[in-house]
């Protein structure tokens, strides 16, 4: 039922679906839904469970943009 809902969206960022639980394991995501923002080279910048409003995931977006920027 996932698959829809992704397909209609249409986001611009990686969408995981951690279908054995696996990587909720190991990162420690307990509640469901979760978003674990990870940089390119493994680190956990961020970690936020439950509904977000539009305007925080557009908060978090920006901030790891402006962490990007910095290096």
Request: proline share 7%.
């Amino acid at each position: 039922p996932l698959e829809p809902y992704l397909v209609e969206q249409q986001f611009d960022f990686p969408v995981l679906v951690d279908a054995d639980g696996s990587l909720a394991a190991t990162l420690g995501i307990q509640a469901v839904p979760a978003w674990v923002v990870i940089d390119g080279s493994g680190v956990v910048l961020g970690r936020f469970t439950g509904a977000i409003p539009a305007e925080r995931v557009l908060g978090v977006f920006g901030e790891v943009q402006r962490i990007q920027t910095e290096g």
